[in-house]
């Protein structure tokens, strides 16, 4: 009578550590970076960023697997603009941006110069409207800055 009720408490132990396995599969890996085509387009900054006495407008151009950004710098007396682009390869996964390479561009005019860059850096993206045309972009190099942009729609 013990050997049946030996085996049959092992026997339960086995069916609940089964069950157990069956009810709490393991959790997935995470999902690779995948293209936002929601994301992906030309967005212009809304107000200028001001840094080091330069006005800085910006404009980013998303594509599917690099990220293009044009810096016009506004110097102010005599008013003079000078424009620089910088690209890196990128991927993203759903709000996030993840920018892989080191990319430094510069132009002067030999008194003043104007200077784009980026570094690997996770950003981030929201939405700030229902039409999907108004976002934030939080880019933490090279100043954690919060941009404000708009999209430009397709001519």
């Known amino acids: 009578m013990k050997t049946i009720l ?4 092992v026997s339960i132990l086995s069916l609940t550590a089964f069950a157990s396995n069956e009810h709490h599969p393991h959790p ?9 085509p929601i994301m992906l387009g030309i967005w212009h900054s809304d107000q200028p960023t001001f840094q080091n006495g ?3 407008h910006s404009e980013f151009n998303f594509s599917e697997y690099q990220m293009t950004m044009h810096a016009i710098c506004e110097f ?13 390869r990128a991927a993203y996964n759903q709000n ?6 080191n990319a430094d561009a510069t132009v002067n005019d030999g008194y003043r110069f104007c200077r784009a860059t980026f570094a690997p850096s996770t950003w981030e993206f929201y939405f700030q409207s229902a039409d999907m045309n108004h976002a934030v972009i939080f880019a933490p190099i090279p100043s954690q ?3 404000p942009v708009t999209r430009i729609p397709n001519y």
């Open 76 to 88: 102010r007396n005599p008013t003079v603009h000078l424009t620089v682009g910088v690209a890196s």
């Open 6 to 9: 030996a085996s049959l408490f």
């Open 96 to 101: 996030l941006i993840y920018v892989y390479d």
């Open 145 to 147: 800055l919060r941009i």
């Open 28 to 36: 997935l890996p995470p999902p690779q970076p995948q293209p936002a």
């Open 54 to 56: 330069i006005w800085i």
